[in-house]
Nanobody, 124 residues
Framework: QVQLVESGGGLVQAGGSLRLSCAASLRTFSRYTMGWFRQAPGKEREFVAGISWSGGSTYYADSVKGRFTISRDNDKNTVYLQMNSLKPEDTAVYYC?????????????????WGQGTQVTVSS
């Protein structure tokens, strides 16, 4: 059974930083494109960042570009999201997701596996 487990969420003041982690039980983790999504109350789930199988290519939503960094460690079956200069509008539940489809997937329906989510709250 595939499991994705996020951690690292919490409450932070505007301008602060958080680092999210997602540990995956995928047997062939290095063959999955990984993504981070977020969902705020009353809003649809939106793409935040994605990373290719090898980690050599990354892509971001315009709203987080320059502030967030996605990375992965294929030896540890883990993907990370470093979030800097956080803003109140970044407040949401953050989800990691995995898909066997190749690079640059930004639509939730393209992802097969999802974590349970971790809450990030940014106070002003």
């Amino acid at each position: 059974q595939v499991q994705l487990v996020e951690s690292g969420g919490g409450l932070v003041q505007a301008g602060g930083s958080l680092r999210l982690s997602c540990a995956a039980s995928l047997r062939t983790f290095s063959r999955y494109t990984m993504g981070w999504f977020r969902q705020a109350p009353g809003k649809e789930r939106e793409f935040v960042a994605g990373i290719s199988w090898s980690g050599g290519s990354t892509y971001y939503a315009d709203s987080v570009k320059g502030r967030f960094t996605i990375s992965r460690d294929n030896d540890k079956n883990t993907v990370y999201l470093q979030m800097n200069s956080l803003k109140p509008e970044d407040t949401a539940v953050y989800y990691c997701a995995a898909t066997p489809l190749p690079y640059r997937r930004t639509i939730p329906s393209e992802y097969n596996y999802w974590g349970q989510g971790t809450q990030v709250t940014v106070s002003s």
